[in-house]
């Protein structure tokens, strides 16, 4: 006998089309852009849980763009998203950190452009700690031209068409939006598929965590010291002292934020004075999630989705989680500008 109560199980695949087939003008190639970084998810998830047995931990030897040491698990990553996208021949080029300037993919006349930080928070690799993949799709302004320049897809975060993670941690969740809400898919390893487990996902209006690395605290603004310190009051009307978690992988932090509510931030600093995380591939795509949960995400003074970008690399402070905590740190910030 049918268990009529069960819930049903939805795949990623049956997910993607039935909010297709809410458009019926739409081509299906956006469908396929996500079941493609679907399935380079996978093959990624499976290589990062067996990382220690396998010869994917540790430096490649080389430096990317940014300076940093590049891991073998960083440009493992990169190769299979870009060989993902490359299969349907609908996405012109990519823009990843691990790339200094943009890849063109097989047909240059492919209407969307992806930006990508294939493995989020390359410094817990090695010790096993939750990591991710992060990415933003936008449309081509000049669809079908084969002229390709990263001029093209230098546009505000408010135009990405969809924009997701991957967080490979105690189970491995794959997290997107198309600007209807947001949706969460738990990979079940024995079947190989992305399931459906939290749909249309909502942020506390308000959380009690704040997230951010205060090794770093000499070099701050006086606001956010001193929003810290708020922070950190014992006031039991307002639940403080608020909790401090800091992951180091901006996916687990702000997916944690997403969940509990709260703040997670990453300001500019002596050592980056323009913060450290790059604004295209991992401050809008998350910004974009967390605002279609119904939070907020600024660089101090304006919305993150609505900087026009300069750069493809280019750097932004970020203070993104719960509307109350984000324009509590921005009363701070104005207050002591
Ligand atoms: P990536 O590994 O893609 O270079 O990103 C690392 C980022 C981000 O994941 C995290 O929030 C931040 O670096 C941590 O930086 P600190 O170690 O300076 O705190
Ligand atoms: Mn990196
Ligand atoms: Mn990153
Ligand atoms: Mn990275």
Same mark, same amino acid.
């Given at each position: 006998?049918?268990?009529?109560?069960?819930?049903?199980?939805?795949?990623?695949?049956?997910?993607?089309?039935?909010?297709?087939?809410?458009?019926?003008?739409?081509?299906?190639?956006?469908?396929?852009?996500?079941?493609?970084?679907?399935? !380079?998810?996978?093959?990624?998830?499976?290589?990062?849980?067996?990382?220690?047995?396998?010869?994917?931990?540790?430096?490649?030897?080389?430096?990317?763009?940014?300076?940093?040491?590049?891991?073998?698990?960083?440009?493992?990553?990169?190769?299979?998203?870009?060989?993902?996208?490359?299969?349907?021949?609908?996405?012109?080029?990519?823009?990843?950190?691990?790339?200094?300037?943009?890849?063109?993919?097989?047909?240059?006349?492919?209407?969307?452009?992806?930006?990508?930080?294939?493995?989020?928070?390359?410094?817990?690799?090695?010790?096993?700690?939750?990591?991710?993949?992060?990415?933003?799709?936008?449309?081509?302004?000049?669809?079908?031209?084969?002229?390709?320049?990263?001029?093209?897809?230098?546009?505000?975060?408010?135009?990405?068409?969809?924009?997701?993670?991957?967080?490979?941690?105690?189970?491995?969740?794959?997290?997107?939006?198309?600007?209807?809400?947001?949706?969460?898919?738990?990979?079940?390893?024995?079947?190989?598929?992305?399931?459906?487990?939290?749909?249309?996902?909502?942020?506390?209006?308000?959380?009690?965590?704040?997230?951010?690395?205060?090794?770093?605290?000499?070099?701050?603004?006086?606001?956010?010291?001193?929003?810290?310190?708020?922070?950190?009051?014992?006031?039991?009307?307002?639940?403080?002292?608020?909790?401090?978690?800091?992951?180091?992988?901006?996916?687990?932090?702000?997916?944690?934020?997403?969940?509990?509510?709260?703040?997670?931030?990453?300001?500019?600093?002596?050592?980056?004075?323009?913060?450290?995380?790059?604004?295209?591939?991992?401050?809008?795509?998350?910004?974009?999630?967390?605002?279609?949960?119904?939070?907020?995400?600024?660089?101090?003074?304006?919305?993150?989705?609505?900087?026009?970008?300069? !750069?493809?690399?280019?750097?932004?402070?970020?203070?993104?989680?719960?509307?109350?905590?984000?324009?509590?740190?921005?009363?701070?910030?104005?207050?002591?500008?």
């Amino acid at each position: 006998m049918v268990d009529r109560n069960k819930k049903r199980v939805i795949t990623l695949e049956e997910y993607i089309i039935q909010a297709q087939n809410k458009f019926p003008g739409a081509t299906g190639d956006l469908s396929q852009l996500l079941r493609d970084i679907g399935l !380079a998810a996978k093959i990624i998830s499976r290589e990062v849980n067996k990382a220690g047995i396998t010869n994917i931990l540790g430096e490649d030897g080389s430096k990317n763009i940014h300076g940093e040491s590049v891991k073998k698990l960083d440009l493992f990553a990169d190769e299979q998203m870009i060989s993902a996208l490359n299969r349907a021949e609908i996405t012109c080029m990519v823009i990843s950190e691990e790339n200094d300037g943009i890849v063109e993919l097989d047909n240059a006349g492919g209407k969307y452009i992806v930006y990508l930080d294939p493995l989020d928070g390359s410094s817990n690799i090695d010790v096993n700690v939750s990591i991710g993949s992060i990415f933003s799709i936008y449309m081509r302004e000049k669809p079908g031209s084969n002229q390709l320049s990263a001029d093209e897809a230098l546009q505000p975060g408010l135009k990405q068409v969809a924009a997701g993670y991957v967080l490979y941690g105690s189970s491995t969740l794959l997290t997107y939006t198309t600007g209807m809400g947001v949706s969460v898919f738990t990979l079940d390893p024995s079947i190989g598929e992305f399931i459906l487990s939290e749909d249309d996902v909502k942020i506390p209006d308000k959380g009690t965590i704040y997230s951010v690395n205060e090794g770093s605290y000499h070099s701050w603004d006086k606001g956010l010291k001193q929003y810290i310190k708020y922070c950190q009051v014992e006031d039991k009307e307002t639940s403080r002292p608020y909790k401090a978690r800091y992951i180091g992988s901006m996916v687990a932090d702000v997916h944690r934020t997403l969940k509990t509510g709260g703040i997670f931030i990453y300001p500019n600093s002596s050592q980056y004075p323009n913060g450290k995380l790059r604004l295209m591939y991992e401050c809008n795509p998350l910004s974009l999630i967390i605002e279609q949960a119904g939070g907020l995400a600024i660089d101090g003074k304006g919305r993150i989705l609505e900087i026009e970008p300069e !750069a493809i690399h280019q750097r932004t402070p970020i203070f993104i989680g719960s509307q109350e905590n984000v324009l509590k740190v921005k009363e701070f910030l104005d207050k002591y500008s």
